[in-house]
């Protein structure tokens, strides 16, 4: 008798399992669909918790060419996630006693500038805190990024070394040059080039077999394209971006399998000591006042709530470039990760992930409303310029709450409407967004290049002084002032 109703138990809580795992589909699938009919997403969003897959679903195309939709076995750029890699890469050489926390650069890279690079230590690039001016701006990749890079030795010294910002240790500043260097680090420590070592020390004990550094010209056979956000049924190319210049700050592509592989490795005490993992998941620094905290190579927030309520550690890393949006987040407590990538610039991978591991938890996903650039890309559309534009800010000045409102989404629109030639719509577009954004520099520097593009030279001089007014170290308007004859 009592092996019976052993076996009956037994039999009950498997059932309950599988309903709930149904269950959980089924609210994961429709939470997604939101986003995929509200906000546009494409891409691949996997979930795991304990190792074990328990979500994973492709949405849109990858690559419209050749047919190949987006899907857990997809390779996919992933941006600044690459810095986690290289946190990990850095703490697997500290466990063998190869790297020390507290070592200045110069210590590995003795051709460095001495009169910071002996203040700067290995513990402040890894957490943000080095005061190295940032090297991949977006002026910068104007200048240089469609170059062939020079050896890491040569760029280190022509562009990761320019004079402190700030003292080393006393404040927070996201540095891809930190990240470079550490890659030079690496190289010099194993006598391997970033990629081989990344194969040695990561890749390869966690089974990613279509994971890799990415290069200019590397063919892969499931590699997603690349798309900027857009209205309509064809989206635009994302702009041509020279890989070889971001490498351990931001070169990496993997598959959603290929880190669910990562995820179930990291609990392994084996690939990282605990003591490893605590270090590298300590909140060091502050990232904005009342924000999240900085470990080494991972962002680390209460933002997830357990099943009982209570608040629990996440850490992640979020990364962007031109054509993609990538998220990698683990809850340490309840080994769950959730992994959102996006082949389109710009998509919300972080409400994703935010609204995943509140489902799993049993907790409902905060819902979305319908985008406000996306209702008025449809209203132009149906309805005309003027009648469209008219319509959705009567909606939404009597019905505040009714839509999400994104100035970047307001941007997007207008310059798709810009490069479109359709300058009365773009105008509408930007006018309307000035409007909502009275101190956004940027709605009026979008205003200035449609009134150039409209041969409305005054106007535009216009918009650009106001810009400066509200923003004057800008770039933009300061260099479109120039072009206007104007000191």
């Known amino acids: 008798m009592k092996r019976l109703l052993f076996i009956l138990m037994v039999m009950s809580l498997v059932c309950a399992s599988t309903l709930f795992a149904q269950d959980l589909t089924t609210r994961i699938d429709a939470f997604l669909d939101q986003y995929v009919t509200d906000r546009g997403f494409q891409g691949t969003v996997v979930v795991a918790e304990n190792g074990t897959l ?3 679903r492709g949405f849109g195309l990858a690559d419209p060419a050749r047919g190949l939709q987006n899907g857990p076995q997809v390779q996919y750029r992933v941006a600044s996630v690459t810095k986690t890699f290289t946190a990990i890469l850095v703490m697997k050489l500290v466990e063998q006693g190869k790297i020390a926390l507290q070592d200045p650069i110069t210590k590995y890279l003795p051709a460095y500038r001495r009169d910071s690079g002996d203040r700067v230590t290995i513990h402040h690039l890894l957490t943000h805190t080095s005061g190295i001016p940032e090297y991949a701006t977006t002026e910068a990749r104007r200048l240089h990024g469609t170059e062939p890079v020079p050896p890491i030795d040569q760029m280190i010294e022509k562009y990761c070394s320019e004079p402190l910002a700030f003292e080393p240790g006393s404040k927070f500043a996201y540095s891809n040059s930190g990240f470079a260097i550490l890659g030079a680090i690496i190289q010099k420590v194993t006598g391997q080039t970033y990629d081989q070592a990344l194969r040695t020390f990561i890749l390869d004990p966690a089974g990613m077999k279509n994971s890799g550094l990415d290069c200019s010209g590397l063919a892969l056979p499931a590699r997603a394209a690349g798309f900027d956000a857009g209205f309509g049924d064809a989206l635009p190319p994302c702009e041509v971006f020279n890989i ?5 700050a931001g070169g990496l592509y993997t598959t959603a399998e290929d880190m669910v592989a990562l ?3 990291l609990s392994d005490p084996t690939f990282l000591s605990r003591n490893t993992l605590r270090l590298m998941q300590t909140p060091y620094v502050r990232m904005k006042t009342d924000g999240p905290s900085y ?3 991972l962002t680390l927030d ?6 009982k309520g209570d608040s629990l550690l996440v850490v992640y890393h979020q990364g962007g470039m031109p054509g993609v949006a990538s998220l990698f987040a683990r809850v340490p407590g309840t080994k769950q990760m959730v992994f959102v990538v996006s082949n389109v610039s710009g998509a919300p991978v972080i409400a994703i992930g935010e609204g995943l591991f509140a489902l799993i938890n049993g907790h409902t996903a905060q819902s979305i409303k319908p985008s406000l650039a996306r209702a008025l890309y449809q209203a132009i559309s149906t309805k005309g310029v003027q ?3 008219r319509n959705i800010e009567s909606e939404h000045r009597s019905s505040p709450a009714r839509y999400d409102v994104f100035e970047g989404e307001l ?10 030639k359709k300058l009365d719509e773009a105008a509408a577009v930007f006018g309307y967004a000035m409007r909502l954004f009275p101190k956004s520099a940027r709605a009026f520097n ?9 041969d409305q030279k005054e106007k535009a001089v216009g918009f650009y002084k106001k810009s400066l007014e509200l923003d004057p170290a800008g770039t933009a308007a300061k260099e479109a002032l120039q072009k206007l004859g104007v000191n």
């Open 54 to 56: 328990l979500y994973a």
């Open 244 to 248: 070889d210049w971001v490498g351990a």
């Open 263 to 265: 995820d179930k490795v």
């Open 295 to 297: 470990g080494y190579g």
């Open 302 to 307: 209460r933002r997830v709530r357990n099943r």
């Open 387 to 389: 009648d469209g534009v």
């Open 411 to 420: 941007s997007t629109l207008g310059h798709q409407y810009l490069q479109a």
């Open 446 to 454: 979008n205003m200035g290049a449609c009134a150039i593009a409209m």
